[in-house]
């Protein structure tokens, strides 16, 4: 293991016991956000249609949650497994039809572990991410964040992460998938932010201006050819 490597494996299980650098975890999901962030929060909602049929619904499914969407926005991305005393005490909130009925109860400890065809794993509450300019199998101004929220129900699939410190925001940001009755597959992406430290409120309109170019890669990044999946 090389010392840049041996150095990244380092920080990342020291980020695993640090705490996300914002109150309101869960906000991004919030009907009106858009209209109502949390206090000192700059809202962000980008949504487009990424293709249609259950081919193209599978493949964003599995492209989603196993970081497909910072890979083909051309970020390099690192996820890190949480560990398992802390996926015991993840909570699963109630899940609900679309009539608002509930069908499962809530609980505690994460869902079974969910692999592709390729090998890869599906990302789980608790699950360390951290993305950033891929060089040299080295992620240069890493952005590191956590899991704190997952949903999977039958037409719609969602995920979102919280930063944590040494992320130039504080906030959540969402990506959600959903498959509409006509067979189109759309990609929405919801977030909440502000700069982490004094140094980013100057440049805060450069910064919210670089947050909507990303996230419209972000809709693009699932937008490209079905790769065939082999077992």
């Given at each position: 293991?090389?010392?840049?490597?041996?150095?990244?494996?380092?920080?990342?299980?020291?980020?695993?016991?640090?705490?996300?650098?914002?109150?309101?975890?869960?906000?991004?999901?919030?009907?009106?956000?858009?209209?109502?962030?949390?206090?000192?929060?700059?809202?962000?909602?980008?949504?487009?249609?990424?293709?249609?049929?259950?081919?193209?619904?599978?493949?964003?499914?599995?492209?989603?949650?196993?970081?497909?969407?910072?890979?083909?926005?051309?970020?390099?991305?690192?996820?890190?497994?949480?560990?398992?005393a802390d996926i015991e005490l993840t909570y699963q909130?109630?899940?609900?039809?679309?009539?608002?009925?509930?069908?499962?109860?809530?609980?505690?400890?994460?869902?079974?572990?969910?692999?592709t065809a390729r090998g890869a794993r599906h990302v789980?509450?608790?699950?360390?991410?951290?993305?950033?300019?891929?060089?040299?199998?080295?992620?240069?101004?890493?952005?590191?964040?956590?899991?704190?929220?997952?949903?999977?129900?039958?037409?719609?699939?969602?995920?979102?992460?919280?930063?944590?410190?040494?992320?130039?925001?504080?906030?959540?940001?969402?990506?959600?998938?959903?498959?509409?009755?006509?067979?189109?597959?759309?990609?929405?992406?919801?977030?909440?932010?502000?700069?982490?430290?004094?140094?980013?409120?100057?440049?805060?309109?450069?910064?919210?201006?670089?947050?909507?170019?990303?996230?419209?890669?972000?809709?693009?990044?699932?937008?490209?050819?079905?790769?065939?999946?082999?077992?």
């Amino acid at each position: 293991m090389t010392r840049r490597r041996l150095g990244a494996v380092t920080a990342d299980r020291d980020r695993q016991l640090q705490a996300v650098t914002y109150a309101a975890v869960g906000a991004s999901q919030a009907p009106d956000l858009m209209r109502y962030p949390p206090t000192g929060y700059r809202p962000l909602e980008q949504r487009g249609r990424i293709g249609h049929g259950d081919e193209r619904w599978a493949y964003a499914i599995d492209e989603l949650l196993t970081g497909g969407v910072y890979r083909g926005a051309g970020m390099g991305v690192r996820i890190t497994p949480a560990a398992m005393a802390d996926i015991e005490l993840t909570y699963q909130p109630v899940e609900f039809d679309d009539a608002g009925e509930p069908v499962e109860a809530a609980q505690l400890g994460a869902t079974d572990e969910v692999y592709t065809a390729r090998g890869a794993r599906h990302v789980r509450p608790g699950d360390l991410i951290v993305v950033g300019l891929d060089v040299r199998t080295a992620l240069w101004l890493p952005l590191p964040g956590r899991v704190v929220l997952r949903e999977h129900a039958e037409q719609r699939v969602m995920y979102a992460v919280g930063t944590l410190p040494g992320h130039p925001f504080s906030g959540e940001e969402s990506f959600t998938l959903e498959l509409t009755d006509d067979g189109s597959v759309w990609l929405t992406v919801r977030s909440f932010a502000r700069p982490s430290a004094w140094w980013g409120w100057p440049l805060l309109p450069g910064l919210l201006l670089a947050r909507i170019l990303i996230a419209r890669r972000f809709l693009r990044a699932l937008k490209g050819p079905i790769r065939i999946q082999s077992a």
